[in-house]
Nanobody, 115 residues
Framework: QVQLVESGGGLVQPGGSLRLSCAAS????????MGWYRQAPGKQRELVAA???????HYADSVKGRFTISRDNAKNTVYLQMSSLKPEDTAVYYC?????????WGQGTQVTVSS
């Protein structure tokens, strides 16, 4: 059973940047597609970005050109570099398999974009 631990969130001003990390343990994720998801208050969880085992990427239109997903298979870790952040990016960010399997989610990391 994989355990996913997200980190790197925080409070940032509009236009700022953050780098999120997702460290996996209990199972290797290198052969799996992984995704970053987010859930804003009162909204459904949505896919932000995904990366295949070979490194192909996919982004939601709302973050295209601003966010970059990457992975380090040796570290069993997935990253999300976020730039030009907007208030509407405020949410709890989670990583998980893509597509999601089962009901497991990590604790997520809060990103708040506000002046």
């Amino acid at each position: 059973q994989v355990q996913l631990v997200e980190s790197g969130g925080g409070l940032v001003q509009p236009g700022g940047s953050l780098r999120l990390s997702c460290a996996a343990s209990g199972s290797t994720i290198s052969i799996n597609a992984m995704g970053w998801y987010r859930q804003a208050p009162g909204k459904q969880r949505e896919l932000v970005a995904a990366i295949s085992s070979s490194g192909s990427t996919h982004y939601a239109d709302s973050v295209k050109g601003r966010f970059t997903i990457s992975r380090d298979n040796a570290k069993n870790t997935v990253y999300l570099q976020m730039s030009s952040l907007k208030p509407e990016d405020t949410a709890v960010y989670y990583c998980n398999y893509y597509p999601v399997r089962g009901a497991y989610w990590g604790q997520g990391t809060q990103v708040t974009v506000s002046s």
